[in-house]
């Protein structure tokens, strides 16, 4: 769905948390956002993460935005904030092997789906950052730019963030030499440097062209699969 159920309209000036209540006053309610981080990132996981807020105040999250316009000090704090403040919230890790064997879009797609499902409260809808996402068994909209707009999209976001920022930085103990802790990941000039140098390490991406280029292997990508999963039906 790409437009609010009747009787649901939120105003241009509603706010972080405008949605939310446009979906409560229709009687949509428990309402989850659900996004990710690392997909476009040549190397580390996948990680997608659900986040159902309460309704009130103890809902409002100081602070709380986009992951990505935040500073690493304000996540971790939201992110704790989130945590102790959600009525259900799940985070779901999807390797680098499996991101290679699905592909990224259909991977994208089932960890967005796994959080949903992992969450210890059923929703009964769902705002999903930027595209529709089929098979969550649940009604549910795309917001544009949704972890800017939306409360539970901004808190999701923060969980997947700050969730995958901790385990490329204990990556980087392991591979140092590709200074994982500071680009997380995604290609920069000291990531391609390092690939250059190194070659690929176990963790990145065999799907992406400079990952590939690195390793010798010539060729398009390998075709994808096609998502599966079907939950809460």
């Known amino acids: 769905m790409t437009t609010l159920p009747r009787g649901a309209t939120v105003r241009r000036d509603a706010g972080l948390y405008g949605f939310e209540r446009a979906l409560r006053r229709a009687h ?8 990710e981080a690392g997909r476009g990132a040549c190397a580390g996981p996948l ?21 990505k316009l935040l500073t690493a000090r304000s996540r971790e704090r ?9 009525l259900a919230w799940s985070v779901v890790v999807v390797s680098p092997a499996e991101c290679d064997r699905l592909g990224m879009h259909v991977a994208n797609i089932e960890a967005l789906r796994r959080s949903l499902a992992r969450l210890d409260v059923r929703p009964v809808y769902v705002l999903t950052d930027g595209f529709p996402v089929d098979g969550l068994g649940v009604p549910g909209l795309a917001i544009w730019k949704g972890d800017r707009v939306a409360a539970c999209i901004s808190a999701a976001s923060v969980l997947a963030k700050v969730t995958r920022d901790r385990i490329m930085a204990d990556l980087d103990k392991v591979h140092p030499e590709y200074d994982f802790k500071t680009h997380k990941g995604y290609v920069t000039k000291v990531h391609r440097e390092a690939l250059e140098e190194h070659g690929p ?6 799907r992406f062209a400079n990952v590939r280029r690195a390793a010798g292997i010539e060729g398009p990508e390998p075709t994808t699969l096609e998502p599966q999963l079907q939950l809460f039906g």
């Open 47 to 67: 990680v997608a993460a659900a986040a159902i807020l309460p309704e009130g105040q103890a809902g409002q999250i100081p602070g709380l935005a986009d992951s």
């Open 28 to 35: 949509l309610s428990p309402i989850a956002g659900v996004d």
């Open 201 to 206: 390490s176990p963790i990145h991406r065999m």
């Open 78 to 86: 939201c992110y704790e904030e989130v945590i102790s403040r959600a």
